[in-house]
């Protein structure tokens, strides 16, 4: 079980990559 620290942790680090995705212009991951 993880805390909520570690939860907080990851949702940090996950809407950050997110984030850097959605402003890099030639992601491929955001185009379908």
Request: hydrophobic letters at 40%; charged letters at 35%; a positive charge.
């Amino acid at each position: 079980m993880i805390d909520k620290n570690e939860l907080n942790q990851i949702l940090a680090f996950v809407s950050k990559k997110w984030t850097d995705l959605s402003r890099d212009p030639d992601s491929r991951a955001l185009k379908s």
